[in-house]
């Protein structure tokens, strides 16, 4: 199945320091949305991203649509322990049943050592 | 308050059992997915429901099976489960076509139903 290419596959980051992911697309998709994942939990919406070149913050997160919409990345400033989990990309396609459909990344595991 | 609700939370099975899972959601949305999540292969789609009535195939479908009882529940169901199937599934939901506007969640996901086939 289709899949979105996410890097890097995992990070071991002090706590305070700034982290930046991305997640890159053969298709071109109208919207970009990030995920975290914490430990036996759904995922949960950071950031939704509707148009190319728009850069979106969210507290300590800012995500960006690439301009040629194949492409997004999502930065975290100053992390903190409760950062610690998988963050997932994905893009919105459209369906011909009308709604939308979302092709996920891979994950990017983050762990943050005080 | 609860949002989407997944039942159960773990099941194990033995090859060739078959088992439906449950999933309820709340928030009177019209489009509801079910989604497999293995190790390093993050979540991929399984089957989608665009409305009452609606069920599509999805990235992964083959050995599933789909119902969309009413707008609120959407079940999964393996008929004869086999050890690849051993995974994590999510249950999420949507408003139907318009997050772009709304600005609301695009999906809201349930905590997930681990299961193991041996």
């Known amino acids: 199945g289709q899949q979105l290419n996410q890097s890097p596959q995992s990070m071991f980051i002090q706590e305070g320091e700034d982290v930046s992911m991305n997640c890159t697309s053969s298709?071109?998709?109208?919207?970009w949305l990030w995920y975290k994942q914490d430990p036996g939990e759904g995922p949960v919406l950071l950031i939704a991203l509707y148009k190319a070149g728009e850069l979106t913050s969210n507290g300590r997160l800012t995500a960006q649509f690439g301009i040629t919409r194949k492409d997004s990345f999502l930065n975290i400033s100053a992390s903190i322990p409760s950062d610690v989990g998988i963050y997932f990309c994905?893009?919105?396609?459209?369906?011909?049943?009308?709604?939308?459909?979302?092709?996920f990344g891979t994950g990017t595991r983050l762990k943050v050592l005080a | 308050n609860a949002g989407v609700t997944q039942t159960p939370k773990f099941q194990v099975l033995k090859t060739g059992q078959s088992m439906t899972l449950q999933c309820a959601q709340d928030?009177?949305?019209?489009?509801m997915y079910w989604y497999r999540q293995d190790p390093g292969m993050g979540l991929r789609l399984i089957y989608y429901?665009?409305?009452?009535?609606?069920?599509d195939k999805g990235e992964v479908p083959n050995g599933y099976n789909v119902s969309r009882l009413n707008k609120r529940e959407f079940s999964l169901r393996l008929e004869s489960a086999a050890p690849s199937q051993t995974s994590v599934y999510f249950c999420a939901s949507s408003e139907f076509g318009v997050p772009r506007y709304s600005r609301d969640q695009p999906q809201h996901f349930g905590d997930g139903t681990r299961l193991s086939i041996l």
């Open positions: 994905a893009g919105q396609l459209g369906t011909t049943s009308g709604t939308y459909k979302y092709i």
């Open positions: 928030m009177n949305h019209n489009s």
């Open positions: 429901s665009a409305s009452e009535g609606t069920t």
């Open positions: 298709s071109i998709f109208n919207t």
